[in-house]
Every structure is written in structure tokens, then in C-alpha cells.
């Protein structure tokens, strides 16, 4: 293929973004794309910006009621661009422009960074099809994997794969650690996987020959690619080398499963393109139950016999126990595996801000342990930098801005660590779980949360219709928008309202989950703020909600076990609330109560209330007997099984008057303290506040509570 072929293709890709954009188009680019431009669906979305797709999406048949358009102007993390709270200030053509002319005379020599350019400015500006939800930018970038994936073809190819990937043991590699070392392990090995899934989609592209377009979707571990119809084979061969390496590093925790499927040229869109990524889902779900199966016809001990030395010594941290003793590493007065120690270096490299990620060839001086790692597994160099980084090719972090530091695009990745000072060097640090403990309002705990998106098989499976590949792309592109982009913003924006430095851990964020440890009295906090910020981002369509689960542990807590409470509180505990009227999630697992989000206002509301009381005087017992009453109000419930909505009367009414009155008069030093106490008597008579007493009490008694008394700074 000539260097003359691929810049035409690329000058004729470029100007139909510009010509969507109303600039003047590149001289040249003769490649006649009208034969591509015909296997895109069409529609007849109107006005200049695109449908923000995630507020129109509903059950087949039904509207969300919630449509709306997505904010004029370039791409950037704020307000007004992602909640569309305001329209961005400043001129978006002049914006452009200033971009464009960074990228010199011809733009087509740097194809991926002018391509980043287009999806900067033309993500929200309406595709020239007039498919509804899908902006100039995805139109763009298919009609760029459709070239790729026909050779540069005048004709595209009749037929093309869909490949799909995904890593079976992911939650096992990261969670299942001790508590020795849990918070840099934890944080290390989450973002070297975030890092190992780019890595794997790069070996994947530059084996067939693609470039970042193909790749439709790339998320959580998961992705999907675009490719030429003869692609099944190098993947296969592909997965196979690389689940090799995952075997010897992750020892079989951790492996890689890919699907292929052939799809038609005329097959992009439509029932027919729904029916071929069902299939496609199918064929993954079952290489999913037999990992590693091409691994175990040619390494049947390495996968099944006794491993080990057979001796006392191993890993302190993931309980690896090596053939060969010399694996290991003295660390302290424990013993370290090579992988924990590297995982380790990278949280530790994590704790100052990085706003460059490089991807790039090996340099000729060695790295640190985790990069020399992650090289062996992927053969790509991965580097972290506080400033643009020379001669290298690099990526700005969670940063649009990227013309102007000679990057080659952007992207958005989770990358909140705490740091904290050490108390006898002065040097900043990474924040352990006692720090994060210590700082908690009321009893030293923390807390994790895990929240993820409900219904998602149905949202990507059943609400996109009319499905097709550009739909999906633009669906999945706006939820990683919100969850690797927006979440490091509403943690930011939450430690500054509150004025405590970085102190929330985002181990994981991606696709449409996410996972986080801080300070237990943030965390529900920081769960509403997700939620309400998620609701105005899809305009409160009714069909997208989110769900959330947290636990509140010591912080030496085995952590894998901690990881469990909170995944159980939120799939079998908030993913199972079911309202009166037969409406199911959207709710929150706290303390051992689900609540469905709409009733959250009241138990804050009960929290405050009886917090105050007890800053101006009244005793902890309060708490106790509210706790008690609603305990006598479940049991009550439990034998009479009332009306949803209806009242249950019976002894917990006269235990409330009696206790709540005998309380009030006692303590006639506090503000108010009759009528304060009367109010709350008669908020307790509404079945929806009784039956969340018990969960505003508790709350409370944590906060007002250390679980050391009289320790005072340290």
C-alpha cells in the first residue's frame, strides 16, 4: 500500500469531517468514499447538534420523554459540557482552528491526532446520515474502520468480523489480596489491568492492521473491534500468545477470551446487525466458561499440577507460591512476589498526578518494575509523566487540551489516589486505610463502594432501537464519558466542598461501574452526588438508573472480603429492591437497609435532625430508642404484613410518646428541645419515616462515635 494511497484516504476521511464541521476541505483526497458512505444507516435527525443518545434510549415501542441534544462546542470536562448546564463559553470555530493549525500544513501525515481533533469538536455536532443519536464524530470514525477493514479497497469488502474480548478473572486478580500492603496492591494492580486491556487492543489492531477507529468499544475489560472478514485466525493466534504470558504472570487468575463473527457489508444496522452481535455475545459468554482451554491442550501440569515449593514461604500479599524460592523478595519481614512488588511501585508512582500517559517502544534505559512487566506481556512501553514527555508518542490524561502539549490525542482514565503526608520524613505519600480510617467523621472506618449502571444488557441489548454499529459505539462513548472522564471530577469537586485533601480511592471506574474506597461518612455521600449527577446526564431518563452497595469495614479488614460485602450489597440487596408498584433497583444498600434513591432525602433529612439534637444536648440514647422502636415496628410488620403505604399500629406508637416525652423533659436545656421532639413524634407516625428510622439512627451513632476515645490528632 503507498504512502500516497493512505494519504489520499486520509485527506478524503478529513474532509468529510470538515465539510459536517462547515470548514474548508484538504486539497486532494480524490478516494471516493460514496460506496462506504452507503453501508451507513441513515435517519432524519434535525438541527446542528446530535441527540444525546443515552436520553432517548427506551423499550422497544416507548420514548424516554427525556431527548435531548448534546452541548454545542468542543469536547471538555465541565458543567456545561457534560451536564449541559450552560453553553460553553468561547468561539467553538476559533477553538477549532487554533487546534487544526497545530497539526501543520498537511494533516493527513498525522492522521490519529487530526482524527483526535474531529472527535474533540465534532462529537456533538449531528451526523451528516441524520442517524438519530449519532454525531459526525462516530459517522467519522466508521466510515474510517470501514476503509481500514476493506484494505483501503476503492469497493468496500462484502463481508467483515466483529471481535469481541473480554478477561474472565479480573475481579479475582484484583480483589482477592491480603491486607498486607492492601491499598497500594489494590490501586496498583487495578490500573496496571487498565493499562493491560489498552495494551491488548493496541497488539490486537497493530496485528490486523487497524487503527484506534476500529475499535468500536473498549471498556471495563471489554471491547470490540472492527475488522477484515479473514481476521478470525490472527486472533486466535493473537489470544493464544497472549493468554501464554497471562498464564505465567497471573498464573491462571487472569486470561483473555475473544469471539469472532462475520457480518455483512449491508449488516451494519438494523435487526440483522442486532441479531449478529447477540450471536456474537453468545459465542463470548461460553469461551467465557472454558478460559484458557487453547492453554490447557499444550500446558495441561502448568495449569493443573501441585504448584508450588512446597515450603512455608510465599507472597504476603496474594499467597503465590512459587516453583523456585528466588521469585520471591524480602520486603520488611515478609516475603513479596515479583508481580506484588511491581503492582506496588506503580501505586506508588500513582500517588503524584500524571497528566501524560506515553505508549510508546521500549527506551533503551530500564523502567520500573511494572513497566518492564506490562512490556513482557504486551511488547508496548507504557509511561506516566507530570510533563509532556520529549520524543515520545503520548496521550493527555482527562484533558482535552491536547494541540497545544503536542500529544496525539487525549484520553479519560480514573486516576484518583489519596496521598498523606508521613509524619516522620515529611514526605508525601500514599494514603493507607488507617489514614483513610482516621480521617472518617465519628467512628474510624472505611468505606467501599461499589455502584454500577442497571439493566445494562437490556440498555445495550433491547433500548438501542434501532441498533446499530454506530449507535452502539455512541452509546458506549457516552458512558465512558461519564464514568472514566466525570467521576474524577465529582470526587474532586466533593473533597473540596468538604474540605479535606484527596482522600476517595477510584480503584476502578469503566464501561459503567465503578469501585471506591474513602473514608466511610464520604462515601454515601459521594454515591448520591454519582447518582444525581448520572440522572442529569441522561436528562433523568427513567430507563437508565444506577444502583449502589457499600460497606463499612476496619481498615484492616481483609479487603477481598470487604470487596465482597459490597458487591453482595449491591446485587443481592439493592439490585433486588422492589417497590410497591413493581419497580425494581435503582436504590441503595447502606448499613444493611435498601433504599430506593427517591426516599434518600428522608432518611438525610432524620439523620440531620437527630444528629442536632444530640450537638445541643440530648443524650445518645435517643438514637438507641429510635433504633428500638423501628425494631419494634419491623416486628410488627413481620406478623400483620400491612398495605404498601399503610400504617402498622401497635406497641412501638406508645413506646415513641412515652420514650421520646420522657427524653424532652429530662433534657429541657436544649433548644427548643418540646417542640423539636414533638416533630419528630410526628414525622415517626408516617409509615415511609418509621420504617427508615432505624437506618437515620445507626447512621448517626457512627458519627457521633470514635471507636478509640481521647486519641486526638496523630
Known amino acids: 500500500m503507498s504512502d500516497n494511497l493512505i494519504r489520499e484516504v486520509h485527506t478524503s476521511l478529513l474532509n468529510y469531517a470538515l465539510q459536517g464541521l462547515g470548514v474548508s476541505p484538504l486539497a486532494g483526497g480524490a478516494f471516493d468514499l460514496t460506496p462506504y458512505l452507503n453501508l451507513l444507516a441513515k435517519g432524519n435527525a434535525r438541527g446542528p447538534q446530535a441527540d444525546a443518545i443515552l436520553t432517548t434510549l427506551a423499550p422497544k415501542g416507548e420514548r424516554s420523554g427525556t431527548e435531548a441534544k448534546l452541548a454545542p462546542g468542543p469536547l471538555a470536562l465541565t458543567h456545561e459540557t457534560v451536564l449541559r448546564t450552560g ?75 466483529l471481535i469481541a474480548g473480554d478477561f474472565p478473572g479480573i475481579q479475582r486478580t484484583i480483589y482477592t489480596i491480603t491486607s498486607k500492603g492492601a491499598v497500594r496492591g489494590l490501586r496498583g494492580r487495578s490500573f496496571f489491568l487498565q493499562l493491560l486491556g489498552d495494551a491488548v487492543v493496541r497488539t490486537l489492531m497493530a496485528e490486523l492492521g487497524l487503527v484506534w477507529q476500529n475499535v468500536v468499544y473498549v471498556a471495563g475489560g471489554k471491547f470490540l473491534l472492527l475488522a477484515q472478514p479473514d481476521a478470525a485466525d490472527k486472533v486466535t493466534a493473537c489470544a ?116 501524560y500517559l506515553s505508549v510508546d517502544n521500549r527506551p533503551e534505559q530500564n523502567g520500573a518494575r511494572w513497566q518492564e512487566h506490562l512490556y513482557n506481556l504486551s511488547g508496548l512501553w507504557y509511561g506516566l509523566h507530570d510533563q509532556p ?29 489519596p496521598i498523606a503526608r508521613d509524619r516522620k520524613t515529611g514526605k508525601e505519600r500514599i494514603a493507607d486505610f488507617d489514614t483513610l480510617a482516621w480521617i472518617s467523621e465519628g467512628i474510624e472506618r472505611i468505606g467501599i463502594l461499589r455502584m454500577d449502571v442497571d439493566n445494562l444488557g437490556l440498555i445495550f441489548g433491547e433500548y438501542i432501537a434501532p441498533l446499530s454499529l454506530t449507535r452502539l459505539s455512541a452509546a458506549s462513548a457516552a458512558m465512558g464519558l461519564f464514568f472514566d472522564g466525570w467521576l474524577n471530577v465529582i470526587c474532586e469537586e466533593m473533597e473540596g466542598a468538604l474540605r479535606l485533601p484527596q482522600s476517595l480511592y477510584v ?33 433523568y431518563n427513567p430507563y437508565i438508573t444506577i444502583s449502589a452497595g457499600i460497606a463499612v469495614e476496619e481498615e484492616h479488614f481483609p479487603l477481598y472480603q470487604a470487596a465482597e460485602h459490597a458487591r453482595k450489597a449491591l446485587d443481592d440487596e439493592a439490585k433486588e429492591h422492589i417497590r410497591p408498584d413493581g419497580r425494581k433497583k435503582d436504590a441503595i444498600s447502606f448499613l444493611g437497609k435498601v433504599v430506593g434513591w427517591e426516599e434518600w432525602e428522608t432518611v438525610t433529612s432524620q439523620r440531620d435532625e437527630l ?104
Not at 454519582?530 to 446526564?537: E, F, N, P, V, W
Open 87 to 161: 453553553r460553553p463559553s468561547g468561539d467553538p470555530r476559533a477553538a477549532f482552528e487554533r487546534d487544526w493549525r497545530t497539526l501543520g500544513n498537511d494533516p493527513a501525515l498525522y492522521f490519529e491526532a487530526a482524527a483526535e481533533v474531529i472527535r474533540k469538536h465534532a462529537w456533538a455536532v449531528q451526523g451528516r446520515r441524520g442517524e438519530p443519536g449519532v454525531s459526525l464524530y462516530e459517522e467519522f470514525k466508521l466510515l474510517t474502520a470501514l476503509v481500514y477493514a476493506s484494505g483501503f479497497s476503492p469497493q468496500p469488502f462484502e463481508r467483515f468480523t
Open 507 to 539: 480503584i476502578y471506574a469503566g464501561g459503567d461501574d465503578l469501585f471506591v474506597v474513602g473514608p466511610w461518612h464520604m462515601v454515601p455521600e459521594l454515591a448520591k452526588r454519582i447518582h444525581d449527577s448520572l440522572a442529569a446526564y441522561v436528562n
Open 240 to 355: 493464544a500468545g497472549i493468554n501464554a504470558r497471562l498464564l505465567d504472570y497471573f498464573h491462571g487468575d487472569l486470561s483473555l477470551c475473544a469471539a469472532c463473527r462475520e457480518v455483512g457489508a449491508g449488516e451494519l444496522y438494523g435487526e440483522a446487525f442486532a441479531e449478529r452481535y447477540k450471536s456474537l455475545k453468545d459465542v463470548l459468554a461460553e469461551a467465557k466458561l472454558r478460559p484458557l482451554s487453547e492453554q490447557a491442550a499444550q500446558n495441561w501440569e502448568k495449569l493443573f499440577a501441585p504448584q508450588g515449593a512446597g515450603t512455608d514461604r510465599h507472597c504476603a500479599v496474594c499467597h503465590y507460591d512459587p516453583q523456585d524460592e528466588r521469585e520471591l523478595h524480602r520486603v520488611g519481614d515478609d516475603w513479596w512476589c515479583e508481580a506484588c512488588l511491581s503492582f506496588d511501585e506503580l501505586a506508588e508512582t500513582l500517588c503524584f498526578r500524571h497528566d
Open 389 to 417: 514527555p520529549q520524543g515520545r508518542y503520548f496521550y493527555r490524561l482527562n484533558n482535552t487540551d491536547f494541540c497545544s502539549v503536542g500529544a496525539v490525542g487525549f484520553r479519560f482514565l480514573a486516576t484518583r489516589t
Open 611 to 714: 444528629d442536632g439534637l444530640l450537638k445541643d444536648g440530648m443524650p445518645s440514647a435517643l438514637t438507641q430508642t429510635i433504633r428500638q422502636m423501628h425494631a419494634q415496628y419491623e416486628q410488627a410488620c413481620e406478623r400483620q404484613k400491612p398495605e404498601p403505604g399503610k400504617l402498622i399500629y401497635g406497641r412501638w406508637m406508645w413506646m415513641q410518646a412515652y420514650s421520646l416525652t420522657r427524653l424532652a423533659d429530662r433534657h429541657k436545656e436544649v433548644p427548643h428541645v418540646k417542640d423539636r421532639i414533638r416533630t419528630l413524634q410526628e414525622s415517626l407516625l408516617s409509615p415511609q419515616a418509621i420504617r427508615l428510622a432505624g437506618l437515620s439512627a445507626r447512621w448517626v451513632q457512627y458519627l457521633r462515635r470514635r471507636r478509640t476515645e481521647g486519641q486526638g490528632g496523630r
